[in-house]
């Protein structure tokens, strides 16, 4: 029987791992459908402490694999397709290959992916203009023009937050009124450099043959009219799914995303089962605040198998 099993390879998995291996608990680190994470797919990762000058995801991920590596965590390129938990007991998961891992105790960082368009030219231009998430990559686009999908709170504060970069921020949103907060709304409205296209969907996004961004082509939603909108960046902010389904059931999910009984721990609702990083967090999703969420499950994960010692 394994004494940890960490579900998840990006932030909040691998650091889990480094806690967890430097505690001598030899974690079972399963990588899922997309080792390492949603950083290995953006490119310049700016704002995670320590690299001055920046660093590819890829290469952030591939150290914090190696770092966790080093200390004993091994690390299995595997897909969860199924769990059985037992508060307390043993946590049983099978494997896409028809293996079943038994654990002592299980650490759930399956992240979340950004909802998309699904047009083909938002794949084609991803990372190239395409983003969904404008803290990583607003900064790459200074004075021109910036286009953000959606109506809640995510796309009104990114809107607002891109307004320092952009020489204009387009609020493209699929009806007449936006979902977002008052609070938000006010800000945006009253945001000189914010101009909202209501009633809008992005039917395309054009700059395919230019190998990046050059404008949206819009639908109006009444009309069914096209127009184009230049701009040189698309950000997608229309809702994060939590990557979740395996433990419908199985753990208490809100939404998607892993409840955690007291907000300032990594306990979910069943003993022995820890969550960390953007599957169960809504509010910031960011690199180092999943770091930080892994951090303290291998730390409450540890101190749960001491106490059954
Ligand atoms: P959200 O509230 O679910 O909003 C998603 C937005 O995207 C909606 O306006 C929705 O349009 C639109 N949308 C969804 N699918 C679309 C599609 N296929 N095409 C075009 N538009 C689409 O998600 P969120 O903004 O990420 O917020 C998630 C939660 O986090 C919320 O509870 C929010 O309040 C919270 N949050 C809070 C803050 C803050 O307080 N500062 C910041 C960020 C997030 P419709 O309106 O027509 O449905």
Same mark, same amino acid.
């Given at each position: 029987?394994?004494?940890?099993?960490?579900i998840?390879?990006?932030?909040?998995?691998?650091t889990a791992?480094?806690?967890? *291996? #430097?505690?001598?608990? !030899?974690?079972?680190?399963?990588?899922?459908?997309? /080792? +390492? =994470?949603?950083?290995?797919? @953006?490119?310049?990762?700016?704002?995670?402490p320590?690299?001055a000058?920046?660093?590819?995801?890829?290469?952030?991920?591939?150290?914090?694999?190696q770092?966790?590596?080093?200390?004993? *965590? #091994?690390?299995?390129? !595997?897909?969860?397709?199924?769990v059985?938990?037992? /508060? +307390? =007991?043993?946590?049983?998961? @099978?494997?896409?290959?028809?293996?079943?891992?038994?654990?002592?105790?299980?650490?759930?960082?399956?992240?979340a992916?950004?909802?998309?368009?699904?047009?083909?030219?938002?794949e084609?231009?991803?990372?190239?203009?395409?983003?969904?998430?404008?803290?990583?990559?607003?900064?790459?686009?200074?004075?021109?023009?910036?286009?953000?999908?959606?109506?809640?709170?995510?796309?009104?504060e990114?809107?607002?937050?891109?307004?320092?970069?952009?020489?204009?921020v387009?609020?493209?949103?699929?009806?007449?009124?936006?979902?977002?907060?008052?609070?938000?709304?006010?800000?945006?409205?009253?945001?000189?450099?914010?101009?909202?296209?209501?009633?809008?969907?992005?039917?395309?996004?054009?700059?395919?043959?230019e190998?990046?961004?050059?404008?949206?082509?819009?639908?109006?939603?009444?009309?069914g009219?096209?127009?184009?909108?230049?701009?040189?960046?698309?950000?997608?902010?229309?809702?994060?799914?939590?990557?979740?389904?395996?433990?419908?059931?199985?753990?208490?999910?809100a939404?998607?995303?892993?409840?955690?009984?007291?907000?300032?721990?990594?306990?979910?609702?069943?003993?022995?089962v820890?969550?960390a990083?953007?599957?169960?967090?809504?509010?910031?999703r960011?690199?180092?605040?999943?770091?930080?969420?892994?951090?303290?499950?291998?730390?409450?994960?540890?101190?749960?198998?001491?106490?059954?010692?």
């Amino acid at each position: 029987m394994e004494k940890l099993v960490i579900i998840g390879t990006g932030p909040a998995g691998l650091t889990a791992a480094v806690y967890a *291996a #430097r505690a001598n608990l !030899e974690p079972l680190v399963l990588a899922g459908e997309v /080792p +390492g =994470g949603q950083l290995t797919q @953006t490119t310049e990762v700016e704002n995670y402490p320590g690299f001055a000058e920046g660093i590819l995801g890829f290469d952030l991920m591939d150290a914090m694999q190696q770092q966790a590596e080093r200390f004993g *965590a #091994r690390v299995r390129n !595997e897909i969860v397709t199924k769990v059985a938990f037992t /508060p +307390g =007991g043993v946590q049983k998961l @099978t494997l896409s290959g028809g293996e079943t891992l038994e654990a002592e105790a299980v650490v759930i960082a399956t992240g979340a992916r950004p909802r998309k368009l699904g047009i083909p030219s938002e794949e084609a231009l991803w990372t190239k203009g395409v983003s969904s998430c404008a803290t990583c990559d607003g900064a790459f686009f200074r004075n021109v023009p910036i286009a953000v999908v959606g109506g809640g709170d995510s796309a009104l504060e990114e809107a607002l937050f891109l307004t320092r970069f952009g020489s204009e921020v387009i609020l493209v949103h699929r009806r007449d009124e936006l979902r977002g907060s008052k609070i938000m709304q006010d800000r945006v409205l009253k945001n000189g450099k914010i101009r909202i296209e209501w009633n809008a969907v992005v039917d395309t996004i054009l700059g395919e043959d230019e190998g990046h961004v050059t404008g949206i082509r819009l639908k109006d939603t009444k009309s069914g009219e096209l127009r184009d909108v230049p701009c040189n960046a698309v950000f997608l902010a229309i809702g994060h799914i939590p990557n979740t389904d395996v433990f419908a059931g199985q753990v208490e999910l809100a939404d998607g995303y892993v409840v955690l009984p007291d907000p300032d721990r990594s306990l979910t609702s069943v003993e022995g089962v820890f969550a960390a990083g953007d599957c169960s967090d809504h509010v910031y999703r960011q690199a180092i605040t999943a770091a930080g969420m892994g951090c303290r499950a291998a730390i409450d994960a540890e101190r749960y198998l001491a106490a059954r010692e």
